[in-house]
Every structure is written in structure tokens, then in C-alpha cells.
């Protein structure tokens, strides 16, 4: 899973209340004495630098006697409406002068000072941050860029994400231009989705979320929120002869194909441009999650084969129009709480929109982590 796979880690946190990090550090406080700054700042593992209008400057011999302490577990810069947590080997090096922490506005800076004279941050150029509210209690998410952040999300309402880079790092809200009313009901999952990079837009940042989603564009997100936990590969004895090599959609398709997760419609076709059914998706996504084999770190539950039309007779009025091959699909859809009906019912021959999609895989993407 994504949280064992990284080994050291520099956690940023950015609370709800700001969409930026807190005003440039106006001076700067050395600390070389690590014995006398640990008194009254340890706490839990956590050291702490309260860094609001404060760069801090650690020698080489803090940062070694640091580093040996075995008390010390974590660095906890506590700005105004952010926390910066850093595991402290990340920051060592026998090499070191000193190390320079500055929370700047719109960023979390380090740089280093070597013996020999050298200064450098570890990373010479910015990397954006984007991120979406996500929850009702004002969750934030966190892009991912290539494998190099990994979110996780808090309870009171942060967003947290970990990474292996250090140096210089810009956050920016994320909207798609036409889904920025948070009154509405897909806000949070849309934007959640884009700045995760699971779903993109439609052009001019135009996302579109009462449209209708092709079984290609099911594919690619079935893999971009999977990616992290899923083993994907693509078997060369398969083909379709509607999905050609070089078409933006054919790796996703394939990936999908080789590992049973989707199939084709007959006559050796896929229909990459046709539209998947509520059936149809709620069917892909009970493969994709057996396939995986739990669920939010739970076991799946069991499904009553012989009872499967009673259940969903009592919880869908339009249950005559699921097909048989679907029903348990809908009905374990249902148990996770990943797609659910309405007054209606589970509507298993309408198109899904958008911004249903954004919610399904929002979901599966967190549940995942």
C-alpha cells in the first residue's frame, strides 16, 4: 500500500483556515545547542520550532546531536494556520554546515550550507501543489506529481500529504472554471478528482460535470486512482480491433482488459466511444475491488446469491431493470456505500454523468489509501 512503500518522509500539512503558508520568516533564530533547545519544545517525539516570522538555522552539531537523540523522532515547524512535520533523518548529513527552515508565504523552504561552502535547496525549483476541499468537514486533497506526493487526509479537517523531496513548495487551490459553487452537491468530489489528476477536463478547464463518461474514460480512471495499489500490465495476446496502439485511451483499455476488470462488447469490439451504463460501471468496479480483494482495510462482505433479487428489490423500486449479470455488482456497490441509488431507484440503464464518476472513483481513491 502507498504508506508502506515510502520510507522517509517530509509530511506538510495545510489547515482549512488558509490556502497559503504564513508570511515570509522575518528573522532568523540559530540553534546549536540541541541539549538546551530540547527542554520544553519535545513533545511526544515531536520537536517543535515555532516558525511565525522565524527562520531557524541548525548546525551541523545540532543536527548530529539531534539525529542521535533518540528521543527526537520528528521536526514540527508550527506556523500561523500550518504544521510542517518532517522525519529528522530526512535532514541529516554528516556533511552538513547547517540547515536553514523558512515557512515563506505560499511555501515551506529548506536550504543547506555545507562544509566546504557549498548552499543549496534540495529542490532548485518550486514544485506547485495543487489541491481541492474535499469533505464536509473541509478536507483538502492533495495532487499527486509522478509518484512523489502521497496524501493522506486528517481528521480535524487538514490536508496532509507526504513526500520524499525537500525544498520549495507552492500550494494553489484547485477549481475546474465552470464547478466553483461549493453549494453544489458534486463541488468537492469534482475538483477533488481533478487535482488528484483521476479525472481531467474537457478544455479551456472546463470539466463538464452533467456529461456523460465513455467506457474509455472509465478505464483511464479505473487505473489513475488504482495505479498506487494495483499491479497493472498489459498482455500482448489481447486486442481489439476498435482500440489501436497510439490512441491516448489503449494502454488504459489494455491495462484493464489484461487484468479481467473490463471486457469487450462482442465481435472482437470495445467501443471505446460509447457510453458506460450505471450497470455497467457498478459491474467494472465490483471486478476492480474483488480484484484487490478488501476494502477500506475490511474484508468484502458476502453476498447472498440466491437472495441477491430479494435485497435489491427492497432497495431499489426500479430493481426489475437490473440485469442478472450486474445484481451483485449493484448489490456489493451498495454494501461499500461506492454507488447508491435515489427516489428512483438505482437507474442501471441511464448513463452515469461526470460528475457521478468524480464522486465513485473520490471514493475508491481514499478508501484505497
Known sequence: MKKRLVIILTLICVMLSQSVFCAAASNTQTVDDAGSYINGRLNGGYLDFDSVGIAYLLTGGALSALYYEPSVKYYRFIGDGVTVTADKNAFFDFNLQSARFELEKN??????????????????TRIPISYAVSGA???????????????????????CFETTLLGAFDTAPFEFSDVKNPAKWYYRYVNGAGALGIMNGMGDNMFKPE????????????????QDDVSYRIDDSLSFTDVARGKWYYDYIMKCASLKIVEGIGGGRFDPEGFATREEIAT???????????????????????????????????????????????????????MNGDSVGFRPRSGATRAECAKIFGIIYEKML
Request: positive net charge; glycine residues 12%; contains cysteine.
Open 107 to 124: 511555501a515551506f523552504n529548506v536550504t543547506y550550507t555545507y562544509n566546504d561552502g557549498r548552499r543549496a535547496a534540495l529542490s532548485q
Open 211 to 226: 456529461g456523460g463518461v465513455s467506457r474509455a474514460q472509465l478505464a483511464a480512471m479505473i487505473v489513475k486512482a488504482t
Open 137 to 159: 468537514a473541509g478536507e483538502l486533497k492533495a495532487a499527486r506529481f509522478g509518484g512523489v506526493f502521497v496524501p493522506s487526509f486528517s481528521k480535524d479537517g487538514a490536508l
Open 284 to 338: 467494472v468496479i465490483a471486478r476492480l475491488i474483488r480484484l484487490i480483494g478488501s476494502f477500506d482495510g475490511a474484508p468484502l462482505p458476502a453476498i447472498d446469491k440466491s437472495g441477491a433479487r430479494t435485497e435489491l428489490s427492497a432497495r431499489y423500486p426500479d430493481e426489475g431493470r437490473i440485469h442478472d449479470f450486474s445484481a451483485e455488482s449493484v448489490l456489493l456497490c451498495g454494501y461499500l456505500g461506492i
